[in-house]
């Protein structure tokens, strides 16, 4: 049972008044524990912009600062350590220092780590994904935001097309095109035929945020009317860009039937359609969503778990599309694409960390896990169920549903994930920040790791029910 979403009828309301109070206990315990990060933030805020180099990284009053990771845990500045659910935004489904990567990297570094220049490397990582995804043409890059960017460039110039559609609230990165309509209020969200196309964060051309029309997640209807739409103002769209389970409100799976109607309404309407699996890709099974829900995507996009831990993306797609690369027509470039260093740590975590084996772990520890969240929701009757697919799952704090984006805003609780992620972080586990977050094991998590999570969202139920 690796797919899972659990309801659950009978919960009570929690008191806000509750939830505040021990939510100031935690902060005020997190910000005693942690001095030496307080240090750190403090010296790293003089040179570098919020202290963190990269606004994702940000946390009031400061964040934590780790040192090392070995396996299922982190440790930082401070000495604590933490099993490690957050794995990097979802990059280290292969456990940090995995022994066959570090031996890979180690053996790379001393014949050279960087040449402008392919390696043989890069033809055995190309040909294992075009088998794990049945896309047989591939091209890297160094990370889910210019995989997606290049991926949206190659898909206009095989068109001739350039408006683009994306799953409303979906993540795709940070180049202009993909960032709009994410993170909007529930009161700008607009209706599902006509949702609004707004920039996340300034700096980003009207123009461009023009281009990019959102539609909602598990509504195959929605999308092709609003495809409709586009022809008859003359602008059909080159492509739709989507994450075929949705890994930023939480996990969001998709309805059964849904990817297959918009593999059909794409192919009809002439649209390329990209799967993003930059954080499903190898995470949710060897030849990731793609393999999981049986949908083949004209493209998918590749980056977080590929390198191992090292910067990385990939771009995979038909022979038809990648003529317009082949033919340079498409100018698909970078100074690092196929790095070294990287190919040698994405062939050892191909052929040698994430096999059948570790799928079947992996699918071991994420039932536990769900099964024992909705036991300790049940019990405790707190609102909200768990969802989780192989390596990734979260528990939603919500009274109703997760379907799509105005979903998660109508319904989910914005106050228990941040308690939550303290009782986590007080107790030894360590989430990613945010609830839009999902958490993320690796193969070298144990049933302790389970264990210990387990046990601080049981203690965080237990004080705010008693």
Not at 97 to 111: F, G, K, L, M, T
Request: glycine share 10%.
């Amino acid at each position: 049972m690796t797919e899972t979403i659990a309801g659950r009828a009978g919960a009570t309301a929690v008191d806000d008044g509750r939830i505040v109070e021990l939510t100031e206990r935690e902060e005020q315990r997190l910000r005693a524990a942690t001095s030496a990060s307080h240090a750190l933030f403090e010296r790293a805020a003089r040179t570098m912009t919020s202290g963190v180099p990269s606004s994702y990284q940000v946390r009031d009053p400061w964040p934590i600062y780790l040192t090392e990771g070995r396996g299922p845990r982190v440790w930082d500045v401070d000495g604590h350590e933490y099993s490690d659910f957050h794995n990097g935004f979802g990059s280290m489904v292969q456990g940090h220092a995995h022994p066959a990567i570090v031996a890979a990297v180690r053996e790379r570094v001393a014949r050279g780590t960087h040449f402008a220049m392919p390696t043989e490397d890069s033809v055995a990582v190309s040909e294992e994904l075009a088998r794990r995804f049945g896309l047989p043409q591939w091209r890297y890059v160094n990370s889910g935001s210019e995989a997606t960017m290049d991926a949206i460039r190659i898909a206009r110039a095989v068109t001739g097309r350039e408006t683009i559609v994306k799953i409303f609230g979906s993540y795709h990165g940070h180049h202009d095109y993909v960032m709009v309509s994410i993170g909007t209020p529930y009161g700008e969200i607009g209706p599902d035929d006509d949702m609004a196309s707004l920039g996340y964060g300034e700096g980003i051309p009207q123009a461009v945020i023009d281009l990019t029309i959102p539609v909602p997640f598990n509504n195959a209807a929605a999308m092709e009317t609003r495809i409709e739409r586009l022809e008859a103002e003359g602008r059909p769209p080159a492509c739709v860009i989507m994450e075929p389970a949705m890994m930023n409100l939480g996990v969001v799976l998709p309805e059964p039937g849904y990817l297959e109607q918009v593999r059909e309404i794409t192919r009809r309407h002439g649209v390329v359609l990209i799967f993003d699996e930059v954080k499903t890709g190898l995470c949710v099974a060897a030849g990731g969503a793609t393999e999981r829900f049986g949908v083949r995507a004209d493209m998918v996009t590749l980056a977080k778990a590929l390198g191992g831990g090292l910067p990385s993306g990939a771009i995979g797609a038909t022979a038809e599309i990648m003529e317009v690369v082949a033919s340079d027509r498409v100018k698909q470039v970078g100074t690092y694409n196929g790095n070294p260093l990287t190919m040698a740590a994405a062939r050892a975590s191909l052929f040698e960390v994430l096999v059948p084996d570790a799928y079947a772990h992996l699918d071991r520890l994420n039932d536990a896990l769900i099964t024992g969240c909705d036991a300790i929701l049940a019990r405790h009757g707190l609102p909200g169920y768990t969802v989780g697919i192989s390596s990734k799952g979260c528990v939603h704090f919500s009274d109703a549903p997760i379907t799509d984006y105005t979903s998660f805003m109508a319904h989910q609780n914005a106050a228990l994930p941040e308690l939550a992620w303290l009782y986590n972080a007080n107790r030894g586990v360590l989430m990613a920040p945010g609830r839009e977050e999902e958490w993320t094991l690796s193969v070298q998590h144990t049933d302790a790791d389970i264990d210990r999570y387990l046990n601080s969202l049981d203690e965080m139920a237990a004080d705010l029910t008693r």
